[in-house]
Every structure is written in structure tokens, then in C-alpha cells.
């Protein structure tokens, strides 16, 4: 109890000058005004890369997979490794959003809103890389079971089903959390538009009638734990189920029991940065900078620390085991993955996710908004990697040495996943500008209640 | 909405419908056969016995057609040269008849431009050609291959009624052979060699299995010599053994218990060495083993080693191929003749009587000689048939240029290629599949050739052509005509002997023609000038002879042969045997040598000859002596279409002259230097990694193990031993069935004949060269080269077929999401090609890595599509595709036998896949693991059956029968007297 009032107090003194809720309201709200030139210029990019990635699917849909650089025996490639890349970002916004909530770590209010828009925007990206990667798209319907004339359904066995009802799950769960979230937000958002106009409009049907009455308030809070509740297996679930795309196989490198755990805790680590490499550009552009502290960015240099070295933990293991296991297939795997021709992948891998993070012990380190910044972006590159690695190295040495083959991606792949950035960019830039990017209530909730009598004194000097 | 009203909507909407589809396809002629043919029926294939003509071993066919249309190619079981069974080559014929490249009328270029003519045109300017020629004798010249049989004689006589002289060139015509058995037995021809009666068999450089004189036939004698069968096949008194002694591991050798390594045009001088242990006189007197040695590089323990065993055993020595190619090339055969006197083989395994026609006397030298009468302007008009020395000729004869001398020059060539592309008028023949004729590929075997189909396109058969020539220019004064109105009435009247009337006609082309026993028995005399004239020393060859400069061997390539099969995409695309890499010209080079020149697979080196040089990419091959590297023949085409451009041609390197004594080409005759270009180009291997790095995917077991083997006791020790009961019960209870297959890696030559069998029957597409870079190709079939470096520093090489095992826990049917790998009912683990969705789960999951995706959908240009098994699924891109253990041979076959009898069971041996049918060796056995008596289930229950990564339960339907290795005889013995080769 003392620790949470200490946290109150400290977050009391870095708000010192925002001694008014309604600044609360003018600062978050701010985002939502017109775009100025930069906001354009990066849509422009934005929009850009999605086009070329757009053009290059609907020629390889045309041409057949085959513009994709595959090489059996590596049938899967880039794609895969971009769709777990971005379930994996999608993971820490319901833990930072739900997990937290649930354990009360007040840290995460002024980025639990960033968070959980990167969730939905992530899965949306993950969600197109299964498709994209299909041979024949045209029949992508074969994966859900609607009842048909011909009796056929889906085969339950298979991982890559579990997968689609993990991943649409996930969506569904984690965009109405975001939206029970958003709700009392948009209706501030909504007073404060131009009457009768487009986002007046859009702002009232998006609020649901909110008042901010105390039967309202007390029913959006039970709502919001019920779906915090709901929301928190799931971060150990579905990535969990992603995993068993790999450990479900008999592929050597992909089949072990750990990956579950160091798939979700490799999800998390990532997400984490991710939210990091897009909170300090924001906290910048928006001047956000009375809201989102050191404090925060401490506690998730942290999380970033503490997850780095869960997923170096079980790098070790799979190495232990697979000279434990005695396998002849597992132990060429793994040491082919240090030593072979996939090995630069491999060690990227170690240094941006292992190495590079250990810089994190250093308190200067995760303060400093510019080296955060940097740590992230290794991570992010370290975890696209890290799936790279485990994926396309596994199938490139299998149990058949005939067979063995290094496999490059094509510029068709590269393309659409530049596209995909640009996606979950696009989603991200719109977000900014049409929905307040921080939880204004929450952050209310936040202001010890002497600086209402403050507030009020200062009204009525005033 | 009423009902009426509903009804009357129903009706408008659905006229609408119906019209709107009529006017979008247009009117359709669909004429029904108002008189059908009598020996069509729709849906069932129709069969000719016919001949091989894809090399001159002639091989006997049976021709599947549909409806009208040449679908493949099956050896024809009567036939004693082959047995039913057909290499690779022999599979891919339909791709000659249906090559889009063809000439699809007569034309006329002049200044390189192609005119179209019609043929009665055409044989008016023939005829003129041959008039304008002038009556001088050789003015004209009908250059053809080698034909034997009623063709040859139809040549002869027609050259004769025209005044013409006849040249017959074969690049591979073994003149070195027949010189030295001229010499030695007084006749020069291929004696019928018993490889299958020998206990011991030493090859000097004839690769037997793969391209030389008659590698089908050789093929199933080898297996009958070598191959274990189980104990009660191993004589009483010892194992067949194989050694071959040449500078290069050639599928052949690798098929060897013990490879010789004796440096290039030394192989000879082992013979003699070993003539010589044996107490040879003559030639061999000065050989002695250590003297060998020395210049051989061959231990002289490991020579007479040889001779003793050569001596204990019924044994037959082989000459040619790489062995007699160099400029001492009758002498290194006659060596070889007398080393098969000394050990007593002439007579027995040598059988002089009995000839096998596959060769042609100093064919080389003559046309050395026709190029000087060409280049001197003798020759007035050249007529060339069935053989394209532009191309096979080294360039240094100057053939090329002498035909600018010649005014007039006309091709019978059904394609483009090199030779025809430089004459002024193209009168092309019927390809073999589509023309009468006969072979006689040996003494006392009279093959027909019959029509399967009606022609493909605007061709004539050039013996058609010769008689309308001949018609023309009857009015001419003094020219003999032929008695005969068509080629099929001079061939009809040529069998009046043996099939003379209606009904024995009949009777020789159902069964594709009359086998004989042989009738001439020349007696076998040694004359004392045997050896006159020959230098029996090593061969040097024209180069610097210092460290920079390595020894070429050039030898023909599996799947090209001579050249003739470049236009073939998927014979292109088959795996060389040696290498696995196809679509170009590489060289072997030693890993070592490679190294020290800095240079590794796909690196493009320069090869400079003393004669010319040319650039190929690197690849290396443990396989060959350091001293030593080596080219293939048969592809750098700059004509004959639009597959046979690829690689280069290794004669650009060769010298010009004859080897003097048989008249024949030099192709092993040149040092090389190799010059790194600095550029790189993907090695096009089918195969990853060459070794298997102790995976035990293709196992061996020594001889003397194999012997006591007991059954049950298979399996590397990992996992809960599989049984033939067990991979029987993965199919429905119901079922009758469960399909498998019993692989010999002991009788598997690596020949890829299978393969080949596999595309035809399978519709399986080529890919082209850029997508084998990527490793994208199809074939459901593979051969899986394993080498195998032994301790002792030996070589050896594994070969095992591999394709879907069709797994009782397929690994990949639970992970399709969609159902559409499954298990069906017999066994078998089908893939549904309208289900699959493309997530390539499957292949990711499959251990064997046997499942092809279809990136694109593969096509064949017109009209090599009319070769398509109507029976089998076309694949779009995106969707998966494996073996299917030719399933709709299966439902054929179950379908018949249920007319007969519906409670019937498909009985063992009822039919047989596509590869099982044509391997030469019989390594495949296809059958019902159910039934306890059936071929499958007797081998597989046998003590050499394993599965492959047996210890992930996949529970295989197919089971490969371990390579026996260590021969009693020969390895065991060698090794463990420190003997042998080391490279």
C-alpha cells in the first residue's frame, strides 16, 4: 500500500505543472488536430511502400509462389517469419495493457493506449501473411469450417488451424478491449469537436451515448477487468499456439517442448520494444513529454531486460538439449545454426537479443530516451531474426542432407514485407490522428485529489 | 413472390443463362467416329511393338498410345536385348517425336532464310541437285549414322543407283574395338560379352551401365552377375565382382566393388600387366606388374591381385568407352583382348559368334577423308542423314568450313540441328516413332520398327523421298532403278524371308519382330600381326605435361548421349548420374585441386587445350584423380531448338587427328589448364550435400554379413524395429491392399531410367535451368548419390531411389489443414489436388523431403503436350504433388480384375509402377505388403530390408534392401593388404 502511494506521489510530482484536468484534456487531444505537413509527408511514404507491397502480391498471385525466392527445401520463408515477427509485437500490448492492469503496476497508463493499438494493427498484420503465403489464396476459404455440400471440413489436427482460430480470437478479444478502453476518451474527444461536424459525428456514434455518470463509470470498470480477465490467457495462448505451428512438426530445431514458453516470452520481449520504438517518437512529435516520463521509460527497459534474458535462457536450453537429447539431426541442427551457412542470421540474432540488451543493467542506459530508442530498434531487428533463424535454418539442413539448400528471398518478399510495416504504419499514423493516443481518464485518476483543491483554488484566483 | 411468378423468373433467368453460355463458347464441331477404328477404344491404350532408335543398341518397344496419339514408351519383354526394360533415353523418345523445335514441312534456305517448299517441289530440286552433280565417282556423297538392317542395305543400293559414295559416321562407332578384335578374333564387331555368366568382370573404361554399346542389356546382365538377391542367389563358389579401372568414378565404376584409378591411357597397360601375371607372351611380355605400376599409378600388389582373381574365376575383361578413345586406342583393346586370351575368356564369356552391330569401322577416319574431298571441291552435293558431324566433329577437322565447298547439300534431318542448318535443302524423315523400318542390333535379332502414329507434321520418310528422287530421274540415261514403289514395299519384300506371309508379317510386328539364333560362327584365330604396329605404352597426351595441366577425359553423358538428345527438356533436366547436375557442361575437378586453385562449385573456369578453349563451371567430384578432370559430351548445341542450348561443347577442346591404327576420334587426347574467369554461375546440382553424414539413409552391410543376416533383426538400433506385419496393418481393415515397395540398393545402377519413366507416366513438367538453381524441380523420383569416404582413403559410392515412402504415420497428413494429404484406405497417402490450398506444411513435415510444389504452373509448348497421360491429373501452380505409387495403374488394374471376378484380389505381378516397370536392374518391386506372398512382402521380410529414418516411426510402405559391399574377393582382401587405390 505504501508503494502505490509512494507511485502516486511521484507521478503527482512529474504532473507539478499540469495542475489542471482540463490540460489533461488539451495536451491528449491536441493529437487529433489537423495533420500538419510531416504527418503527411510519412503517410505519403507510407502509402508508398503499401502500393509497391500491393502490386508485388497481385503479381505473385498472378504469376504463382514461384516469384517468392523458396527453395525446397525451405517452403517457408520470409512470410512466416514476418507473421510470427508481428504476432509476436502484438503480444505485449495486452500484457502491458491487461496483465498490468490486472497486477496494478501504474506505469503502464500512459502507454497501455499506444500498446494496445499496436496489438490490434500487429494482428492485423500477422493476419495477412498466411494468406499471402498460401499457393492458391483464390481457395483460402478450404481453412474455415462452414458447413458444405460436401461434407468437407477443415482437418482439426492441424497446428495451422489452431493457428487461424488463435489468431481471429486474439483480434476479436484484443479490438473490443481496445475500444472498452477508448470509450469514455472518445466521448472527451467528442465535446470537444466542432458541433455537427464529421468527427463530432463520427466521435458520438463511436461513444456510445458516454456521460460519465457513476452508473456508467462503474459498469465500464467491471467491464474493463472482465475483459483484462479475458484478455490475459490469451497472451500465453495464442502465442503458445503460434509456436506449435513450429514444435508440432517433426523438423529438427523446430520440434521441442520449450517453445511455447520462449515463443510467448520472445513475443513479449519484442512487443515491448516495439512499444518503445514507437512511445519516444510520439512522446516527441505530440510533446507528450509531462506525460510519459523517465519513470516509464525506466519500467519498461525493465520488462525489456527481464524478458531478454528469459529468451537467452532458452536459446541455452535448446542447445542443452539437443546434445542432451543425443540426437544426431538436433545436434547437426544446432550447431549448423552457429556454425553453417545460415550462421550470420544466427548471430545477429545473439547480439541483438542477448548481448546488446545487457546494456540494460546500466540505469543511464534505460533513462536516456535516445539509447532506448536505438536498444529497441536492435531488438526489433533481433527478433525478426530470431524467427528467420529458427525457421528458414531448420528447413534448409532437414533429416535429408540431398535435399539441403540455402534459400534467399526474392524482392517480391522483401516488398510485401516492407509493405507490411507500411500497413501497420498506415493504421498507426490514422490512429494517432482520430483517437486520443493516451487514456486521458486514467490518466485523471492519477492526479492526487489535493490538487483539485489546488485546481479549484487557482479557479477561483483566477 | 407467387409461385407462378417464381416459376416463370426460374425459367427466363435459367434461357438466359443457358443462351449467354452458348454465344461465349461458339459453335463446336463435334463429330462422333461414324466408322470407329477397329483398334481404338476410347480410354484404353492402344500398343505397337516398335524399336528404339535413341541409340544404336536398338532396343525393343512397346509404343502406348490414346486415342492416336504416342503417350510412351515400354521395353517389349520379348525382345532379348532388352527384356521389357528401357534407359532413360529410351523413355524420353516421344520428346523427339513431339519436339516443337522439329521442321514441320520441306524447306529450302537460301541466304539463310527458310523458304517452305512442298515436297514435290523439294524432290524436283533434289533431284536437279543430283543432276547438276555430275557422274564423276564420290561427286555425290550420302553421309548417314549407322543403320543396320533393311535401312543400311536401301542406302547402299539407292547410292549405287544415283552414282553416289556412302559415308557412314557415328560419333561413338568403337572403332578401336572392332580394330582389335579384326586383329585378334578376325572380325570386327562387338563380341556378345556374358557379363551375366562371369564371376569377375573388370572394366577398362567402358561404362557399360550408362552409354556404351548397349547399356540396357548390360544393365540386367550386371544385376544377374552382381546383384544379392538373398543367399540362394550368391554361387556356390562366390559372389559376382566388378571392378573397373579408369581415371574417373563414372556411374559405371560407382557401381564397382573396387575402383581402379589408373591415370588416363594407362588403363591398358593394367591389362597388360595383368596378361602379363598370367603368363602372357607378345605385347604383355615386357609388362610386368611393377613395371605397370610406375607408370599407371596403380599398386603393382593391386594388379596382380587382380590377375589371380581374373585367373580363379570365370572372368571377362571389357575394353572401350574412356579406355579406347586415345591415340593408342586399338592397342589399349587388343591389350584387353589378350588378357581375356590369357584368362581364358575368349570362347566363354567372349563370344565372337554372336555379334552386337553397335559399331562402325574407322568412321572417324572417313570422315576426315570426306572433309579433304569436300574442301578440295570433289564433292558436288552432300546428302546427310541421321547423323550431325558439324556438332561432333572437333572443329580442327574443318567439316564446317569444307561444307562451303560443297555446291549442293541436302538434309534428311527431322530437326534443325547443326549440320542441317548449313544445308540448302531440308527434306525432313518421320522420327522413329512415326516410320517403318527394322534393326538388327545383334546377330540373329530382327527388330521392326512400325508406325504408332500418323506423322506429327509435314515429313516424309527420306527412303520415300530417295524412290520419288529416283522416279524423277528415271529418264536419265544409265540410272539403275530400285525394284520397290514405296519404303514399306522395299522393307515388306526385304522379310519375305522370315516373314514372308501375311500372317507371319503380322505376327513379327505384334511381337516387334523374330529372333533368331545366330547363325555365322567365324572361327576365333589370333593372328601373329595382332600386335603390329601398335605401341603398347602409356598414351601421353598433347599439353604441357606439368603440375598447372590436368589429363581430360571427355565421355558421353548419361541422358545426351552424342548430342542427339539435347532437344529434350526433360532428359535436360535429369540428374547426371556422377554429379546430379544438369542443363549445362561442368567439369569434375578433384576437391583438392579445386581448392588449390581457389575455386568451388559453379565457378566458371577457363579450359585451354592446345586445340581451343572453352569456359564451363566447376564442380567437384571426389571421384577423380587429382591429375585428371572431366567433361561431359552432348550439350552446347548452337542449333536443334530451343532446350539444347545450354553448356558448351568439349570437342572445341579435342585435336583433330585419328587415332592411326582403328580410325576413330581422339577424345581422351588433351591436357587442360584451367583459368579461374572470376564469374559464377549456379552449379545446377539436384543434390545438397554429398555425402550423408552418417544419416544411414542408403545402408550397406558387408558381404560376409549379408550371407548370415537373419530377418527381423533391420534397423539402426534406434527405434522399436519395423516389420513387414506392422507397415501392413496401416491400411483399412477392409482393404485387401497394402501397397509397398521393396528397393534393391545392391541391384540400383543410379541410371535414372526410373526417373525418366516416372515424368512420362506422370505428366511430371521440366522446370527449365534457372528454377533447378532454386532446386524447384519435379520429379517425384529421385536418385540420391551418397560418397562414402572410407578410412582406408577409398571412394565409394551409395545410390539409392528415393520418392514418397507412403508412411503408415505420414507426418504429413495431420498438419494439411485441409484434408488434402490423407490416408486412403489401401495404404496409400494420397494428395488431393483440387483440396490443396498451398500452405507447403506438408513438405516442411515430410523427413524424406519427397513432396513438389508447383510454383508456376508448368506447361509444354506444342506439341509436347500431346505426350500427356490423359490418366493422370494436370497440376496448377500452388499445389502440392508427390508419388503415387501410380495410382491409376493401380485403379486399372483393380478394375480389370473385378470385370473378371468382383470379390477377386489384384493378384502379385499383375501390374507394375512406371519405374519398377522399366529398371534394367529390377531394383523395384512394387506389390501388396497384405499379401504374405508376394514379391514385396518376401523381400521386405528378408534380413537387408530397413526403412529409411526408421527411428521416427514414420512406418514406411517402402523398405530398401541393404548394398552389399566387401566382396570376399576382392575388397576384403585388397584393404586388408593395404592394397588398393587411393586417390
Known sequence: MSESTSTVNRRASGLAQATVFRRVNDDVLATLQRPGVGWAALMAVVLTVLGVAIAAWVYQIKTGLGVAGYVPPVMWGVYITDFVFWVGIAHSGTLISAILFLFRAQFRTAVYRVSETMTVFAVMTAGLFPLIHLGRVWYFYYLIPYPNERLLWPNFRSPLLWDFFAISTYFTISSLFLYLGLIPDIAAARDRAEPRSFRHRLYSLLSLGWQGTDSQWRHYNRAYLFMAGLATPLVLSVHSVVSWDFAMAIVPGWHSTIFAPYFVAGAIFSGVAMVITLVVPLRKAFHLEDYIEEYHLNNLAKLLLLTSLIVFYAYLVEFFIAWYSGSEFEKAIFWDRLTGKYAWACWIMYICNCFIPMSLWSKRIRTSWFWMFVVSIFVNIGMWFERFSIIIQSLAREFMPYQWDYYSASWVEWSITAGSFAWFFMWFLLFVKFLPSMAIAELKELLPPKLRHQQEELERAS | ?983
Request: with cysteine.
Open chain 2, 1 to 983: 413472390m407467387e409461385r407462378r411468378e417464381f416459376l416463370k423468373l426460374v425459367g427466363v433467368t435459367g434461357a438466359g443463362t443457358m443462351t449467354a453460355c452458348d454465344q461465349k463458347v461458339g459453335p463446336q464441331a463435334l463429330i462422333p467416329y461414324l466408322v470407329p477404328p477397329e483398334d481404338v477404344t476410347p480410354g484404353i491404350p492402344t500398343w505397337y511393338a516398335s524399336t528404339c532408335r535413341e541409340c544404336p543398341a536398338g532396343c525393343g518397344v512397346h509404343v502406348k498410345t490414346r486415342d492416336g496419339r504416342v503417350i510412351k514408351l515400354e521395353g517389349n519383354p520379348d525382345n532379348p536385348v532388352n527384356e521389357g526394360k528401357l534407359c532413360a533415353r529410351g523413355q524420353m523418345a516421344t520428346q523427339r517425336l513431339y519436339d516443337p523445335d522439329r521442321l514441320r514441312g520441306p524447306r529450302r534456305i537460301e541466304n539463310g532464310e527458310q523458304a517452305e517448299v512442298d515436297w514435290a517441289a523439294g524432290i524436283e530440286q533434289l533431284a536437279e541437285g543430283l543432276r547438276g552433280a555430275g557422274a564423276e565417282p564420290g561427286s555425290i556423297v550420302l553421309l548417314t549414322g549407322l543403320e543396320t538392317g533393311t535401312r543400311d542395305r536401301f542406302y547402299d543400293e539407292w547410292a549405287t543407283a544415283v552414282g553416289a559414295t556412302r559415308v557412314v559416321y557415328e560419333p561413338f562407332a568403337h572403332e578401336a574395338v572392332l580394330e582389335a578384335n579384326r586383329r585378334v578374333f578376325g572380325r570386327a564387331a562387338v563380341p556378345d560379352y556374358d557379363i551375366a555368366g562371369a564371376e569377375f568382370v573388370i572394366s577398362f573404361g567402358a561404362d557399360f551401365l550408362g552409354t556404351w554399346v548397349s547399356p540396357v542389356r548390360y544393365g540386367r546382365a550386371w544385376s544377374e552377375m552382381h546383384a544379392f538377391r538373398g543367399v540362394e542367389s550368391v554361387r556356390p563358389d562366390g559372389e559376382g565382382v566388378f571392378v573397373a579401372v579408369e581415371p574417373r568414378l563414372s556411374m559405371t565404376a560407382s557401381n564397382a566393388d573396387e575402383w581402379v584409378a589408373a591415370r588416363p591411357g594407362t588403363e591398358h597397360v593394367v591389362a597388360l600387366a595383368m596378361a602379363n601375371a598370367l603368363g602372357a607372351n607378345g605385347p604383355a611380355a615386357g609388362w610386368t606388374p611393377a613395371r605397370a605400376a610406375e607408370v599407371s599409378g596403380v599398386d603393382a600388389g593391386t594388379i596382380e591381385h587382380l590377375a589371380e582373381i581374373f585367373e580363379a574365376k570365370r572372368s571377362l575383361a571389357l575394353p572401350g568407352g574412356i579406355g579406347a578413345a586415345h591415340r593408342g586406342a586399338t592397342a589399349a583393346a587388343v591389350a584387353v583382348n589378350l588378357l581375356n586370351q590369357a584368362g581364358g575368356a575368349v570362347g566363354d564369356t567372349v563370344q565372337v559368334d554372336t555379334a552386337i552391330t553397335g559399331g562402325v569401322s574407322g568412321a572417324y577416319r572417313s570422315m576426315i577423308e570426306l572433309t579433304e574431298r569436300m574442301s578440295g571441291g570433289q564433292v558436288k552435293a552432300l546428302l546427310v542423314a541421321h547423323t550431325n558431324p558439324v556438332y561432333s566433329l572437333p572443329p580442327g577437322v574443318g567439316f564446317e568450313d569444307a561444307l562451303d565447298e560443297v555446291p549442293f547439300r541436302v538434309s534428311f534431318s527431322s530437326g534443325l540441328d547443326e549440320t542441317a542448318s548449313h544445308c540448302h535443302l531440308l527434306l525432313p524423315d518421320h522420327t522413329p516413332l512415326e516410320s517403318w523400318g527394322d534393326w538388327v542390333p545383334e546377330d540373329g535379332v530382327m527388330s521392326l520398327i512400325q508406325p504408332a502414329m500418323r506423322p506429327v507434321f509435314d515429313t516424309r520418310p527420306t527412303p520415300d523421298v530417295m524412290l520419288d528422287v529416283g522416279r524423277v530421274m528415271v529418264g536419265d540415261e544409265g540410272t539403275p532403278t530400285i525394284e520397290a514403289e514405296t519404303w514399306y514395299d522395299y522393307l515388306r519384300s526385304a522379310w519375305s524371308d522370315v516373314a514372308g506371309s501375311e500372317q507371319a508379317w503380322a505376327e513379327a510386328l505384334r511381337a516387334g519382330g523374330v529372333w533368331q539364333a545366330a547363325t555365322t560362327v567365324p572361327t576365333v584365330t589370333t593372328p601373329a600381326a595382332a600386335d603390329d604396329g601398335l605401341d603398347f605404352g602409356p598414351v601421353s597426351f598433347d599439353g604441357p605435361q606439368d603440375d598447372g595441366a590436368f589429363d581430360l577425359v571427355v565421355q558421353p553423358q548419361l541422358a545426351m548421349y552424342d548430342g542427339r538428345s539435347a532437344n529434350s527438356p526433360t532428359l535436360q533436366e535429369l540428374a547426371d548420374p556422377v554429379t546430379t547436375s544438369c542443363w549445362q557442361t561442368w567439369i569434375e575437378v578433384h576437391p583438392d585441386v579445386a581448392t588449390g586453385l581457389g575455386v568451388k562449385d559453379g565457378d566458371v573456369v577457363t579450359v585451354t587445350s592446345p586445340h581451343g578453349s572453352v569456359t564451363a563451371p566447376v564442380i567437384t567430384y571426389a571421384g577423380i584423380r587429382r591429375d585428371t578432370v572431366s567433361m561431359p559430351l552432348g550439350r552446347g548445341h548452337t542449333a536443334m531448338g530451343r532446350f539444347a542450348k545450354g553448356g558448351v561443347n568439349p570437342v572445341e577442346l579435342l585435336p583433330a587427328d585419328v587415332e592411326p591404327n582403328g580410325g576413330g576420334p581422339i577424345y581422351q587426347g588433351v591436357q587442360v589448364t584451367l583459368t579461374p574467369t572470376g564469374a559464377w554461375v549456379p552449379p545446377l546440382k539436384h543434390q545438397g550435400s554429398d555425402t550423408q553424414h552418417d544419416r544411414e539413409i542408403a545402408q550397406a552391410i558387408p558381404m560376409a554379413e549379408a550371407l548370415h543376416a537373419e530377418p527381423g533383426h533391420h534397423g539402426n538400433g534406434h527405434g522399436e524395429p519395423l516389420t513387414v506385419a506392422r507397415a501392413a496393418e496401416d491400411s483399412g481393415d477392409d482393404s485387401p491392399y497394402r501397397w509397398g515397395m521393396a528397393i534393391s540398393l545392391d541391384a540400383c545402377t543410379g541410371c535414372n531410367a526410373c526417373v525418366a519413366a516416372c515424368a512420362a507416366e506422370n505428366n511430371i513438367p521440366f522446370v527449365g535451368p534457372e528454377r533447378v538453381a532454386k532446386s524447384r524441380q519435379m520429379s517425384w523420383i529421385r536418385i540420391e548419390r551418397f560418397l562414402e569416404h572410407e578410412e582406408s582413403g577409398h571412394v565409394k559410392t551409395r545410390h539409392i531411389p528415393m520418392m514418397c515412402q507412403h508412411c503408415g504415420a505420414a507426418p504429413c497428413e495431420p498438419v494439411c489443414p485441409v484434408y488434402a494429404a490423407y490416408h486412403n484406405d489401401e495404404g496409400l497417402n494420397v494428395q488431393v489436388y483440387n483440396r490443396c490450398v498451398g500452405t507447403r506444411y506438408c513438405s516442411n513435415n515430410c523427413p524424406y523431403k519427397v513432396r513438389y510444389f508447383n510454383y508456376f504452373t508448368y506447361e509444354w509448348p506444342e506439341p509436347m503436350s500431346w505426350a500427356l497421360n490423359p490418366d493422370v491429373t494436370l497440376r496448377e501452380k500452388g499445389v502440392m504433388e508427390k508419388c503415387t505409387y501410380c495410382v491409376q495403374r493401380i485403379n486399372a488394374a483393380k478394375n480389370t480384375v473385378r470385370d473378371e471376378d468382383l470379390e477377386a484380389v489384384v493378384p502379385d505381378g499383375f501390374f507394375q509402377t512406371a519405374c519398377q516397370q522399366t529398371c534394367p536392374t529390377e531394383a523395384i518391386v512394387f506389390g501388396n505388403l497384405k499379401d504374405p506372398d508376394s514379391q514385396v512382402s518376401k523381400l521386405s521380410r528378408g534380413p537387408l530390408a530397413y526403412s529409411v529414418l526408421e527411428e521416427l516411426n514414420t512406418r514406411p510402405a517402402n523398405f530398401y534392401l541393404k548394398k552389399v559391399t566387401n566382396r570376399t574377393s576382392s575388397e576384403v582382401a585388397l584393404e586388408a593388404a593395404g592394397l588398393g587405390t587411393e586417390v
